[in-house]
């Protein structure tokens, strides 16, 4: 499953982990589901805000869901017509599907961007989770109007903020190591000579 890096498997797991695409059956069991749910409540959260929010879509939900954007008024213009079948794939390639979004409140101690760290947090701590229990894992953009068609299919207030999209499911290809960054890419020390 995953390369040994480390003589620990936790980190050998974190530092083996990568996107998959596409995704397919079988989903995540609903035990496991939880786990990786529960994995985001994990994330760091100045002030106890709970910003990330999500909708779950497995089944026949992720149909229905294209169909209402699809059909809403917003997407009967050329932009959204030409973007038919990414949105298509975006939303029903997975078998889990999970609209992300963050919930932001007026906070005197957690601005705005400190909410959105934290509801990317709790996205990534799915990943991670969804990784380790052998699933594979997409964080996908909402390209072109389909951010906003979905803010307001979904009847979400102006005080959220559309993440983007949680594919979950089995990896339809083999998993291949990615080059990463060198360290020095993204460090840099600081001494106080």
Known sequence: MTQ?????PTLDTLLARRSCWPLTTPAPRDGEL???LDA?????DHAGLVP???TLLRGDARQALL???LAHPDAQTDEVQALRGKYTAKLTTAP????????????PKAPEFEQL?????????MLNAAFALGYGAFWSSTPGALGRLLHQVLELGPADRMLGL??????????????RAERSAYVREWRAD
């Open 4 to 8: 040994t890096l480390t003589d620990n």
């Open 34 to 36: 939880g786990t990786i």
């Open 40 to 44: 985001a409540a994990r994330a760091p």
């Open 52 to 54: 990330w929010r999500m």
């Open 67 to 69: 169909a209402r954007v």
């Open 96 to 107: 889990v599907v999970l609209v992300l979004h963050a919930h932001i409140v007026e906070h």
């Open 117 to 125: 760290l934290a509801a990317g947090g709790a996205v990534t701590n």
């Open 166 to 179: 949680l594919n979950l499911g089995t990896r339809v290809n083999p998993l291949v190591p990615v080059p």
